[in-house]
């Protein structure tokens, strides 16, 4: 197994994530096949790996039960539990804190009352890593609010030696996680991102990367690395270009390669579900095989030939043009991911910003005339504004 170094600790590379384990149904609910889990657990542990992750909400609050008794079995010394705290999914009004359309009936007073049960449940005195879970655009408030207190009671935990390194997780916009680094100086140890070759380019992912690892000199936590799997079953034609550069080389070890050639990335998480995958993983976080100039000129050649992508370069020529004052680019930026790959609007968008609202286009075409790569952004902005429409229904 690859070590990374962090402070006083060596962690492995490739991390186990705990929030796509094996279920089976039980009295018609999906549960968590624990023995199943336990086997992948064990595979885990016995083969180097000693970051395991998971979150208040995965498994509808399962993962932490499941992980916290499965690592019980083993020296507390040997291994690094990290969970999360829901304030993505939490509200905060008239003194009051809620979830949003989450666990409607779970009531709390503080942060506190969910983090005394996080640990209860994983068994544990302390996390090793704790994290804020999505700091993004529309939980930045929440999490920024003064009279709550959510970084301060976090700061309290880690003074107490409940938590030994805290962080957050991220999947919002570069410019969010600069300003949340910014604002708390010193205070985060580590941002957990979504990053994989292709969300490198398709969700701006290398751009965060670059502001943790290069501008505040944090390293980063991966999720996501292979897209959910989308990485592993590649297009047809994607997947022949691989074959040919390396005809014994299977999909998924291009993508956790590409790792390789980060040096800020500390630990690549992984939600391995079934035994296969993780003996596979493990085979491939034994060595070192970082991808060489070509075979890294290969995976963008593969990513721009997956992203059918409005060829916008964000100079924002248009912007100063447009009357209506759209954030063009980012408009564009967000347009490009709901096509190809699925929404990520719900965190991305700020819906209550008049300059993120592409129905307010009046379709004058001052942003066509002045665009040097001539896109007719009247037509994609009237395309966005009924897809939105269309998912508020
Ligand atoms: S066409 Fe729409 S986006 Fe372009 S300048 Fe006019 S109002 Fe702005
Ligand atoms: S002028 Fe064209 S390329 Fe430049 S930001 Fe606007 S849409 Fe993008």
Known sequence: MLYKAFQDKQ????????????????????????????EIIDYAYKNGINYFDTA????????????????????????????????????YEDHKLGFKGYLSNFHCDAPSDIFGEQLEKCKVDHFDFYLLHNVCESSFDFYTN???????YFKQMKAEGKITHLGF????????????????KGVFEFVQIQLNYLDAKLQDAMNKYKVIYEKHGIPVIVMEPVRGGRLINLPEASEKKLKAAAP???????????????????????????MEQIVENVELFSKEQPLSAA??????????DMLKLVP????RYCTEECPMGLDIPKLIALYNEEKNE???LAFNMDTGKEAEDPSRCVGCGACSGICPQNIDVPSIMQEFASILESKKK
């Open 146 to 152: 003064e009279e709550l207190g959510v970084v301060e």
């Open 295 to 304: 075979e890294l000129a290969l995976l963008d050649e593969i990513v721009d």
């Open 56 to 91: 208040f909400r995965y498994h509808g609050g399962e993962s932490e039960l499941f992980i916290g008794d499965a690592l019980s079995r083993y020296p507390r010394d040997t291994w690094y539990l990290a969970s999360k705290f829901p304030g993505h999914m939490m509200k």
């Open 248 to 274: 014994e080389a299977t999909t998924a070890s291009w993508a956790f390669r590409y790792f390789q050639n980060l040096p800020g990335v500390m630990v690549v998480l992984s939600g391995m579900t079934a």
């Open 342 to 344: 699925g929404s990520m």
């Open 312 to 315: 916008c370069t964000g100079c």
């Open 11 to 38: 962690i492995s590379l490739l991390g186990m994530g705990n929030m796509r384990l094996p279920t089976k149904e039980v009295d018609g609910a999906n549960v968590i096949d624990w023995e199943k889990g336990k």
């Open 169 to 184: 997780s991220s999947h919002g916009r570069a410019e969010t996680i600069d300003a949340f680094l910014t604002k708390y």
